[in-house]
């Protein structure tokens, strides 16, 4: 993928998100809008990009996520996978995405188009949050090397260890505490844990599960790739703990 494109392209993204003041912009409508305000450019960019948009409202708690490819999410609710997004894939390793191809390149091979998916095809789904809720948007570049189990497992950690969220000594369960803490940590020890995978040459990862199921090729080892995690910590301003003598805040 082209730094420059996608640097231009959340830069486009996010320009658009406030035009409407009162009301939930669509995250495809914007993906549409940067990728055409993109492609006005010419050929002064090439390159190509999955995305994965999400807007959110403060007033509602509603998401809207919308997915090409196989970047992703996953919403975290206390302790567990509540949602999470599924690659969408031409074949194996060759996902949805939005490409920016000069001219001068496609005439040299005119028999050969390149994928080029449009903003149309993106999965757009709507979550309903609640306070407590992590949400975590990332590349495949965390995805492909990191499962969601242990992705959980970091998320659970760092909550707890920030008091967001604590366990009941009555029954064992995962509760929220009246603030939350530590989105910065997340992001940063999941760009570390998938970082770590990506380069350990032994490990079994889902990216070389699924080379062996859908390919039969026995490699193991990560799949070196570029990281980027984006973490959304959900509190409701007016949320009363259960019961305030079990955590410290």
């Not at 997004?85 to 390793?93: D, K, L, P, R, V």
């Not at 080379?211 to 799949?223: E, N, S």
Request: proline share 5%.
């Amino acid at each position: 993928m082209s730094q420059e494109f996608a640097r231009q392209h959340r830069i486009t993204t996010t320009t658009t998100s406030d035009e409407k003041a009162n009301d939930l912009p669509s995250p495809r409508d914007l993906l549409k809008a940067a990728y055409s305000n993109l492609k006005t450019y010419g050929d002064e960019y090439a390159g190509s990009s999955t995305a994965c948009v999400a807007v959110a409202s403060s007033e509602t708690g509603v998401i809207n996520i919308a997915n090409l490819g196989d970047s992703g999410y996953f919403v975290f609710r206390q302790g567990r996978v509540y949602r999470r997004s599924h690659a969408q894939t031409h074949q194996f390793n060759t996902p949805f995405q939005l490409s920016i191809v000069p001219q001068h390149i496609l005439s040299r091979r005119p028999d050969k188009r390149p994928i080029s998916d449009d903003p149309y095809h993106a999965d757009v789904t709507r979550h309903q949050l609640q306070h407590g809720d992590v949400v975590v948007l990332a590349t495949d570049g965390l995805t492909d090397n990191v499962f969601a189990q242990d992705i959980l497992k970091l998320v659970t950690s760092e909550m707890v260890s920030s008091s967001s969220w604590y366990i009941n000594d009555t029954n064992q369960q995962i509760e929220c505490s009246g603030t939350m803490h530590g989105a910065e940590y997340i992001a940063k020890n999941l760009v570390k844990i998938g970082s770590n995978a990506s380069l350990d040459p032994n490990g079994l990862s889902p990216f070389t599960l699924r080379l062996r199921q859908d390919m039969g090729i026995v490699a193991p080892g990560g799949k070196p790739d570029d990281i980027t995690v984006v973490v959304m910590l959900v509190e409701d301003v007016g949320y009363e703990p259960k019961d305030k003598m079990l955590y410290k805040l």
